[in-house]
């Protein structure tokens, strides 16, 4: 009777026991190269616009909330027909931190805006030209 050629294979161990590590090899290869290239890649916090312009809007959102505290405050003052000179002087520095707080943020989006172009990536909407000493 014939024996068929897997018959023969099966009886040998040794090529059986190098066929499968030989597939063990290959398929540990196919599972953990993409977890090594995974594990090579830089940290999302590498990248230095972020993180600052988070903090600049940060500064900036609770500088308005306090400016409209401060407003608040004042109105309350006029309706009871109070002094508000202090408050008013109070308002002025606080429009002058707003002033600087607002053009470290231009800077933090000319950054960005420098950073598409140098990618050569395509603009979302155009942007309109910015006049100068214009508050935003």
Known sequence: M?????????SAVRFMRIVSGIVLATFLGL????????ANTPPADSAPAGKLDASNEEKLSRHLESIEHKLE??????GRREDTRQDEDDLRSL?????ALDGEALKDFDKIERHIHDKKL?????RPPRRSGEAV
């Open 31 to 38: 599972v953990l190269q993409p977890l090594a290239i995974a």
């Open 73 to 78: 405050r004042v109105e309350g003052k006029l």
């Open 2 to 10: 014939p024996v068929a050629v897997t018959g023969s294979l099966r």
């Open 122 to 126: 395509p603009p979302s909407h155009p």
């Open 95 to 99: 429009r002058r931190e707003l002033d």
